[in-house]
């Protein structure tokens, strides 16, 4: 064995195909993710605060998961995050609804992972989706719940990234 690994040092051949092939792995798995953004969410989160992402597809042959990550306090005071979502396609056209985002399971215990002094959890709000054309899209985030003001969430992240 310990001459196989000493006959691969020594061949300049064989060490380029396998950096080849090692930067091929990491090229395709970093490139999954085609947008990623976080954004700040205002002390209380009210109605009126809209948190906006803008992403490109280019490749409309691939499946897409569409995830939210959300960042909270660890004495957030509910179970759910009822955010309204809208979405902009690129030939104008908009749609929105709620959605019931769960923050923690059927005891009481966070979801993802958490802190003393922060809860982040990463949400799908589509998985396997397929884009029927290629442009700029838009995704609306705004809290949707009883409350006019929310207290303790600190950010919320889109991400877009290619089904696997």
């Known amino acids: ?9 020594n061949c300049p051949e064989l060490r380029l195909i396998l950096f080849l092939q090692a930067l091929l792995f990491i090229t395709a798995c970093s490139d999954t993710v085609i947008f990623k953004e976080e ?3 205002p002390a209380p989160w009210s109605y009126t605060d809209t948190l906006a992402f803008q992403f490109e597809v280019r490749d409309t042959l691939p499946a897409y998961d569409i995830n939210l990550s959300v960042q909270h306090l660890p004495d957030f005071a509910f179970a759910n995050l009822y955010v309204m979502i809208e979405t902009g396609f690129p030939d104008g056209k908009t749609v929105s609804g709620p959605v019931s985002l769960s923050l ?3 005891f009481g215990q966070w979801l993802g992972k958490c802190n003393n002094e922060l809860c982040a959890v990463t949400l ?5 989706k397929y884009f029927d ?3 700029t899209y838009r995704i609306a985030v705004t809290q949707h719940s009883r ?3 929310l207290e303790g969430i600190k950010s919320v992240a889109l991400i877009v990234q290619k089904s696997r």
């Open 1 to 9: 064995m310990a001459d196989i690994f000493i006959f691969a040092v």
């Open 39 to 41: 954004k700040g969410v």
């Open 104 to 106: 923690s399971d059927n």
């Open 124 to 128: 799908a709000l589509s998985e396997k």
């Open 133 to 135: 054309k290629p442009g």
């Open 147 to 149: 409350r006019p003001a």
